[in-house]
């Protein structure tokens, strides 16, 4: 599984779930509401399963479904069961054992111990992902469909109580827009002093397996080179750019910087202090705001808005 991610698992009800994870109000409201159904709903681990199930951020995918066989199996079992996805990563998703057997290796199928024919299978969207571990509704993946989030303005938002769980919304905001995209990115980390914007910037660096991120509150601009994609060839070499305004005192100290050599290019431009861009603007670039609210000394309201 990828770094970050936990691998779902599928339970009887919510009492059972309620073993496995913390179930907080969100989670409640979510369960009575919307399950059994094409959800799967993320909550804190009570690190009750094997290693390697939970996610590194303790976090874990619960889902409850409406088919009577997997039900039973639980029943009997008398715990929850995996239920990672059937297609190799990029292969046609299975609606019936044969698309599976064509799609994978003997040596892949040699480590299967049952396979259960169900026949043919209703082609449907895949699960919506639901976030309700930071106590509001985060859309992680959706088909189609999208619920509200704390900030209604906010394409994702969360409350965190510690560095961990800013880092793990950090790793939120990565996978649902970042991860898969070839555009040219800004990200504009607003907050006052100790807000934990670098933070938050050294989480996303993570995703990139970037570990020695400096802050550049002195430097101004730091460069890291990452690639995407299998190869290290010059097609898919990246620069994630970490930029600190905080130094910047008027326009013609912005325009010296040359800022817009990075934006010829699809790199990922991290910039704190975005109010000291004094109107500069970078046309054709994909905008995220993301604004920090210091509520205590580790309590923060973290929302991520589009422009």
Not at 269 to 284: A, K, Q, R
Request: charged fraction near 30%.
């Amino acid at each position: 599984k990828r770094e970050g991610k936990a691998i779902t698992v599928v339970v009887k009800d919510k009492e059972m779930a309620s073993e496995y994870v913390d179930l907080n109000q969100t989670a409640l409201d979510f369960y009575d509401n919307y399950l059994p159904g094409y959800y799967s709903v993320v909550s804190t681990s009570k690190e009750k399963f094997a290693k390697g199930v939970s996610s590194e951020y303790k976090t874990q995918g619960v889902r409850i479904i409406e088919n009577e066989l997997i039900n039973e199996i639980i029943e009997i079992l008398g715990h929850p069961i995996t239920s990672t996805s059937a297609n190799s990563s990029g292969k046609k998703t299975p609606y019936h054992i044969d698309d599976i057997l064509d799609n994978t290796s003997k040596a892949q199928q040699s480590k299967i111990d049952l396979f259960i024919d169900g026949g043919q299978l209703e082609k449907r969207e895949t699960s919506i992902v639901i976030d309700t571990s930071f106590d509001n509704i985060n859309v992680l993946r959706s088909a189609n469909y999208e619920l509200p989030s704390l900030d209604s303005n906010a394409l994702i938002s969360a409350k965190t109580s510690n560095e961990e769980e800013s880092a793990r919304f950090a790793w939120n905001f990565y996978q649902k827009f970042l991860h898969n995209s070839e555009e040219r990115i800004l990200v504009k980390l607003q907050g006052k002093m100790g807000a934990g914007k670098t933070h938050f910037v050294k989480a996303i660096a993570a995703n990139l397996a970037i570990e020695d991120l400096t802050s550049p509150t002195y430097t101004l601009i730091e460069e890291y080179d990452y690639s995407k994609g299998d190869t290290a060839d010059f097609k898919n070499k990246k620069l994630l750019l970490h930029i600190d305004l905080w130094r910047i005192e008027n326009k013609l100290d912005v325009e010296e910087l040359n800022l817009e050599k990075y934006f010829e290019r699809a790199n990922l431009i991290c910039l704190e202090w975005p109010e000291n861009l004094h109107g500069v603007e970078f046309n054709d670039t994909k905008t995220y705001t993301i604004q920090f609210e210091v509520v205590d000394l580790e309590t923060r309201n973290i929302s991520v808005y589009e422009k």
